[in-house]
C-alpha cells in the first residue's frame, strides 16, 4: 500500500482504468463506480483509514463523493471529515472532483431541520458547505420526497440554491416515477439544472423497477445513481459463512441488523455467488456489473470499509455483459 502518511501525490494514470458516463442527457459524466460517504466517514474510523479511502478511490478514477448533511455518526461529521480532507488533499483538485450532498432526513431538532421546506434547505446547504469548506457542492439533492410540503416550494428552494451559486446541478432522491416527472416539469419551468436521480437499486431491491422511476428517467434523459448497490454488503461474500467481526452487521449494525441474514436470504445470496464464480467475478463484482449493464444506471454508488473493497468494485467494470440465460437465473433467484 502507498505511504498515507506522507503527503498525497494522486496517481498519475488515474483515470486510466475508469468508465466515465455521461449523466442522462447534461453535460455532467459520472465514474461509473462512485464512493458514498454514509459510512466509515464519522466518528467511528480512524483519520487515518478514511485518507486511505479517498486516496485508493481518487488514484483509481473516482471523481464522485457523495455525502449528505447527517452522514455519521455523529450527524455532519462524514462533511466535516472530508473537509479536512479535501482541505489537506484535495486543494489542488478540487474541479476534478464532483461533491454531493443533501438534506431531507432530520438534522437538527425542531421544526426546520427536516423534510422540504425552503427554510429547511436552505440553511441546510449553508451548514453543509461550512462544513465541507466549499464555496459550492457539484450536486446538491432533496433527499426524499416530503408530501406535506408543495413541490413548488421544495423545488423552487432547489432553483434558489442554483441561481445563488451554491449547487452546479440538483437532484432529487428517494422519488418515484410520477413525483419525479412532476418535479422534472417544475425545475425545467424555473431553468434549473435538473439531472440526477439517487436512488436504491440493487439485485435484491427493485423497487425503482416498480415504481416508475428507472422508466421515467431514461425517458426524460435523467441520470441514476444507485445507492447500497451492494445491499449493504449482502450481495458480496462478506456473509457466506457467518458474520465477520469487521463487518458492518458486527461493527455499525445501525441500518444493517443481523436480522437480515435470514435462512432463505443466505440461500439466494450463496445461489446468486455460484454464478458469479460461473462468470469469473466475485459475487460484488457481478452485482455492481448488473446495475450498470443495460446502460440505464449512471453510477453506482458503493460504501466501502477497506481499500481494497474499492479496488474490488472497480473490477466489476472489466465485465458488465450478462447472457438472457444469466439475466433471467437472477431474477428468478432474487424474486422468490
Ligand atoms: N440517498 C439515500 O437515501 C441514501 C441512502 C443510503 C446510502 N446512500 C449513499 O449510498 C452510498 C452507499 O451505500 P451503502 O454503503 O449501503 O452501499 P453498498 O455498496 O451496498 O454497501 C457497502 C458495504 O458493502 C461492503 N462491501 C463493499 N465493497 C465490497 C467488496 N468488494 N467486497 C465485500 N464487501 C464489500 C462493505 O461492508 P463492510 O463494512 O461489512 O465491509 C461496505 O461498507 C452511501 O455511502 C451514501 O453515499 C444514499
Request: proline letters at 5%.
Amino acid at each position: 500500500m502507498p505511504d498515507f502518511a506522507a503527503a498525497y501525490t494522486p496517481a498519475a494514470n488515474r483515470y486510466d482504468s475508469m468508465t466515465y458516463n455521461r449523466c442522462g442527457a447534461s453535460g455532467l459524466k459520472l465514474p461509473a463506480v462512485s464512493l458514498g460517504f454514509w459510512h466509515n466517514f464519522g466518528d467511528l474510523t480512524p483519520f487515518e483509514h478514511m485518507k486511505s479511502l479517498v486516496f485508493t478511490a481518487f488514484d483509481n478514477g473516482i471523481t464522485h463523493f457523495d455525502l449528505a448533511n447527517n452522514y455519521g455518526p455523529e450527524y455532519g461529521k462524514a462533511e466535516s471529515n472530508c473537509g479536512i480532507l479535501l482541505d489537506r488533499y484535495f486543494r489542488r483538485h478540487r474541479d476534478e472532483l464532483v461533491i454531493s450532498t443533501k438534506a431531507g432526513y432530520d438534522m437538527w431538532p425542531g421544526p426546520y431541520g427536516d423534510h422540504g421546506s425552503r427554510k429547511y434547505l436552505i440553511a441546510s446547504l449553508d451548514q453543509s458547505l461550512t462544513r465541507l469548506g466549499l464555496d459550492y457542492v457539484d450536486i446538491f439533492y432533496h433527499h426524499r420526497p416530503d408530501p406535506d410540503t408543495p413541490l413548488e416550494e421544495t423545488m423552487g428552494a432547489l432553483a434558489r440554491i442554483v441561481n445563488s451559486g451554491k449547487a452546479l446541478y440538483v437532484g432529487l432522491s428517494n422519488y418515484d416515477g410520477p413525483t419525479m416527472e412532476k418535479a422534472a416539469r417544475i425545475l425545467d419551468e424555473l431553468h434549473v439544472p435538473f439531472i440526477i436521480n439517487q436512488n436504491r437499486y440493487n439485485i435484491f431491491d427493485r423497487t425503482i423497477e416498480e415504481n416508475g422511476l428507472k422508466d421515467t428517467a431514461k425517458r426524460l434523459g435523467k441520470g441514476i445513481i444507485t445507492f447500497s448497490p451492494l445491499a449493504q454488503g449482502l450481495l458480496t461474500n462478506r456473509y457466506l459463512n457467518g458474520v465477520p467481526a469487521d463487518s458492518r452487521i458486527a461493527l455499525d449494525p445501525r441500518f444493517l441488523q443481523d436480522s437480515a441474514l435470514t435462512p432463505e436470504r443466505l440461500q439466494q445470496i450463496r445461489e446468486l455467488n455460484d454464478i458469479a464464480i460461473a462468470r469469473g467475478q466475485t459475487l460484488a463484482e457481478m452485482s455492481l456489473a448488473w446495475l450498470l449493464h443495460d446502460g440505464v444506471v449512471t453510477s453506482v454508488l458503493a460504501g466501502a470499509s477497506k481499500p481494497q473493497q474499492i479496488l474490488d468494485n472497480i473490477g466489476a467494470l472489466k465485465n458488465t455483459t450478462f447472457s438472457a440465460e444469466e439475466l433471467a437465473r437472477i431474477d428468478e433467484i432474487s424474486k422468490r
